[in-house]
């Protein structure tokens, strides 16, 4: 049961965690750290990130309203962590970085997969190609966090991890 509790928190935690860092850097347009972090919990913390992703939706939702931009995050964000999860073996500053950097350069034509159901494609393809410059962005943001973070966020957790006996 102790362990149930402390996964369950721990879950809690590090979606509150993806929403503070969120709103951290919320004045740099695109540069966001949750990408980093979903990664990392995906790595050392698989079994906490489906409910750490699910606080970080739900508490986007209370913060921003529940739009379509809403739910472009319910697939974006478990996407991400689904991709990390399967290239778990690699363990390469540099390797994460390309793929976080490629999943930002992305991220624009993945959220507009929801205007080819709720508006058109023609639409849904105007939006992906206005916000070109924004995934660049996006993109170049992800890769120079993951670059400088990615070995001392790891290293943390793992340490943390063993001593919380997860």
């Known amino acids: 049961m102790h362990n149930k509790v402390l996964r369950l928190v721990l879950s809690g ?3 509150a965690l993806l929403v503070v860092s969120k709103q951290a850097m919320s004045g740099i347009p695109n540069v966001e750290p949750v990408t980093l972090l979903i990664i990392l919990f995906a790595l050392e913390l698989p079994r906490e990130t489906p409910g750490a992703v699910t606080v970080f939706l739900v508490l986007q939702g209370v913060l921003y309203g529940f739009g379509l931009w809403w739910a472009m995050y319910l697939y974006v964000w478990y996407l991400l962590a689904v ?30 997969a929801v205007y080819l159901v709720a508006k058109t494609p023609a639409f849904a393809l105007s939006w992906w190609l206005s916000g070109l410059s924004y995934d660049v962005m996006h993109g170049a943001g992800n890769f120079v966090i993951m ?20």
Do not use: E
């Open 13 to 15: 935690l590090m979606g």
């Open 83 to 112: 991709l990390a999860w399967l290239l778990r073996r690699m363990d390469n500053a540099f390797g994460w970085a390309v793929f976080s950097g490629a999943y930002g350069l992305c991220f624009g034509g993945l959220c507009a």
């Open 147 to 166: 670059l400088l973070l990615y070995r001392p966020l790891r290293t943390a957790l793992q340490t943390a991890k063993r001593q919380i006996r997860l």
